[in-house]
Nanobody, 124 residues
Framework: QVQLVESGGGLVQAGGSLRLSCAAS????????MAWFRQAPGKEREFVAA????????SYADSVKGRFTISRDNAKNTVYLQMNSLKPEDTAVYYC?????????????????WGQGTQVTVSS
């Protein structure tokens, strides 16, 4: 069993930065890919970024490439999402998730464990 707890959300002006954290419990954290998704009101949950266990292989949605960076610290059982140059359209609840298959996926339905989410609001 894996439990995920996100933190770091908040209100920021357009062009600003935030760093989200996701603390995981469970001995197998270091072997699972980790991902961030987001969900805006009235919209489906969408993929943001993911990283394999090594932290070397990463994947990003086109909408955040060059602005967001995903990283992980397996010693701390934590994955991060550094968000720079934030835009109002980045406003959403951000969730971290992990997948037991070991394969990075952009499909939310394939992920096995989810956090409760953290709100990010970007004002114009």
């Amino acid at each position: 069993q894996v439990q995920l707890v996100e933190s770091g959300g908040g209100l920021v002006q357009a062009g600003g930065s935030l760093r989200l954290s996701c603390a995981a419990s469970g001995r197998t954290f270091s072997t699972y890919p980790m991902a961030w998704f987001r969900q805006a009101p009235g919209k489906e949950r969408e993929f943001v970024a993911a990283t394999r266990w090594s932290g070397v292989s990463t994947s990003y949605a086109d909408s955040v490439k060059g602005r967001f960076t995903i990283s992980r610290d397996n010693a701390k059982n934590t994955v991060y999402l550094q968000m720079n140059s934030l835009k109002p359209e980045d406003t959403a609840v951000y969730y971290c998730a992990t997948i037991r298959s070991g394969i990075i996926s952009s499909f939310a339905g394939q992920y096995d464990y989810w956090g409760q989410g953290t709100q990010v609001t970007v004002s114009s």
